[in-house]
C-alpha cells in the first residue's frame, strides 16, 4: 500500500520560504505514469493546486503564485520536495502532497495526511 | 486557466436521501473531471474520475456523470459516512483547479 508523508517546518516567518518534503514509502516513484503533486487547503476556504513534478523533473504550477513555486525530486530517496518562497498570511494552510495520474484526467489516488503550516512573526 | 463552480455551495440531508451536486467548467474540458470527499482533518480521496469511473473501493450508491462543462455527481441513498465536503476538480488543462466545495450535513 502506497504512502506519503509530508515533513518540514510548521512555522515559517513571512517574507521567508517554506519547504516541505513528501516522502513516499511502499512503493516506487519511477513509474512515468504519474506526478508527484502539491495541493493545500488553506482554513474556511477549498482545495488549490499549487503544481506538480514528474521523474524527468520537469514541474507545472499554478501562475496565480506568482512564480514563487519551486519543486524538486529524488527518486533514490524516495522524495519530492516544495520550495514557496516570500511567504505572506495567506499562505498559511495544511499543505497535502499526493501521487496523480499524467493520463486519464490527472486524478490523484493517494495523499499525505496533511501538514499544517502558519505564517507568523 | 479553466474556472470551476459548484452548486449548491451546501446542502442538508438525511440519511437515505439522493443527493446531486453539479460542477461547471469555464470552457470545455471533456471528460477530464474527478470528484473528491473531504472530512475534518483528513486527505480527501479520490470517489470518481474521468467524469464517470468509479474509483476502486468506493461505495456504489456513488455516481458521476456528463462530459464538456457541466457535470454531476449523485449519491444515490446518503449514508452517515457521507457527510462531508465534495470537491470537483478539472484535470484538462494545468493549473488543475478545484471548485470551491460543496459542503453536506446532516438536516
Known amino acids: 500500500q502506497l504512502q506519503l508523508q509530508e515533513s518540514g517546518p510548521g512555522l515559517v516567518k513571512p517574507s521567508q520560504t517554506l519547504s516541505l518534503t513528501c516522502t513516499v514509502s511502499g512503493g516506487s516513484m519511477s513509474s512515468d505514469s504519474y506526478c508527484w503533486s502539491w495541493?493545500?487547503?488553506?482554513?474556511?476556504?477549498?482545495l488549490e493546486w499549487i503544481g506538480h513534478i514528474y521523474t524527468s523533473g520537469n514541474t507545472n504550477d499554478n501562475l496565480?503564485?506568482?512564480?514563487?513555486v519551486s519543486m524538486s525530486i529524488d527518486t533514490s530517496k524516495n522524495q519530492f520536495s516544495l520550495r514557496l518562497s516570500s511567504v505572506t498570511a495567506a499562505d498559511t494552510a495544511v499543505y497535502y502532497c499526493?501521487?496523480?495520474?499524467?493520463?486519464?484526467?490527472?486524478?490523484?489516488?493517494?495523499w499525505g495526511q496533511g501538514t499544517l503550516v502558519t505564517v507568523s512573526s | 486557466d479553466t474556472q470551476m463552480t459548484q452548486s449548491p455551495s451546501s446542502l442538508s440531508a438525511s440519511v437515505g436521501d439522493r443527493v446531486t451536486i453539479t460542477c461547471r467548467a469555464s470552457?470545455?474540458?471533456?471528460?477530464?473531471l474527478n470528484w473528491y470527499q473531504q472530512k475534518p482533518g483528513k486527505a480527501p480521496k479520490l470517489l470518481i474520475y474521468?467524469?464517470?469511473s468509479v474509483q476502486s473501493g468506493v461505495p456504489s450508491r456513488f455516481s458521476g456523470s456528463g462530459s464538456g462543462t457541466d457535470f454531476t455527481l449523485t449519491i444515490s441513498s446518503l449514508q452517515p459516512e457521507d457527510f462531508a465536503t465534495y470537491y470537483c476538480?478539472?484535470?484538462?488543462?494545468?493549473?488543475?483547479?478545484f471548485g470551491p466545495g460543496t459542503k453536506v450535513d446532516v438536516k
Open positions: 499526493a501521487r496523480c495520474y499524467d493520463f486519464w484526467s490527472g486524478h490523484c489516488d493517494y
Open positions: 495541493i493545500r487547503l488553506p482554513a474556511g476556504k477549498g
Open positions: 496565480s503564485l506568482k512564480s514563487r
Open positions: 470552457q470545455s474540458i471533456t471528460s477530464y
Open positions: 474521468a467524469a464517470s
Open positions: 476538480q478539472q484535470g484538462y488543462s494545468p493549473p488543475f483547479t
